[in-house]
């Protein structure tokens, strides 16, 4: 398996433009997170999916922040409009069982590393 | 509130010294603890774990000790290499955490530097 698979790998865009971020989940997983990263709060989960359903996005920062899973093999995380804020690394993860707590826990992304100026 | 905190941003050690990472949390719930390291560039990969029913986890240079009583778990890692350079991040999950179904919570990161 190639792994989570997340495209692109850098992202620079200027304010006020819309940003969607891609990921495709290990197959067989059934539950995804979509997670940011920054020096000041480092890894923040923004919001997960089980079975491709949102279960919980009380960590999407603003109404500017979407995510959907249409499927079980994509997902993606757009931002509209995007403000330099935004800007930090944005990985997705995915595992086997909602709340997997086996010996490999989660299997993340390389991550998108988003500019926004 | 941050549930899971490691206080030390940073951390730097001779090769072939002993590296120890520390990270506590908050919530007695917890039942499971996993340390991730990250290089530039890549994404978090799982490095070892513990259940909350043992103390002490070892897996070649990795050893994970969990002090229940004191809500700390700490990474050793013997020898330390240059290659171990990376940022390590606690994570604790439990079924039974409010609000958090059981998934993961992170924090924030150690960046460990072993020079050569």
């Known amino acids: 398996d190639a792994g989570v698979i997340q495209s692109p790998r850098h992202e620079v865009t200027e304010m006020g433009q819309e940003v969607t971020l891609r990921c495709k989940p290990i197959s067989g997983h059934n539950s995804l997170f979509w997670y940011r990263q920054t020096m000041m709060r480092g890894l923040e989960l923004l919001i997960y999916?089980?079975?491709?359903?949102?279960?919980?996005d009380s960590g999407m920062p603003e109404d500017r922040f979407s995510a959907k899973m249409p499927n079980a093999s994509f997902s993606t995380l757009k931002i509209q409009p995007s403000e330099p804020r935004d800007s930090a690394v944005y990985f997705c993860a995915s595992s086997l069982a909602h709340g997997s707590r086996g010996s490999y826990g989660y299997t993340f992304g390389s991550g998108t590393r988003l500019t926004v100026v | 509130d941050q549930q899971v905190k490691q206080n030390s941003p940073s951390l730097s050690v001779q090769e072939g010294r002993i590296s120890i990472l520390n990270c506590d949390y908050t919530n007695s719930m917890f039942d499971y603890f996993l340390w991730y390291k990250k290089y530039p560039a890549e994404g978090p990969t799982f490095l070892i774990s513990i259940s909350s029913i043992k103390d002490k986890n070892e897996d070649g240079r990795f050893t994970v000790f969990l002090n229940k009583s004191a809500k700390h778990l700490s990474l050793h890692i013997v020898p330390s290499q240059p290659g171990d350079s990376a940022v390590y991040f606690c994570?604790?999950?439990?079924?039974?955490?409010?609000?958090?179904?059981?998934?993961?919570?992170f924090g924030k990161g150690t960046k460990l530097s072993v020079k050569p």
């Open positions: 999916f089980n079975n491709n359903v949102p279960i919980d």
């Open positions: 994570a604790a999950s439990g079924r039974l955490v409010r609000g958090s179904q059981g998934n993961l919570i």
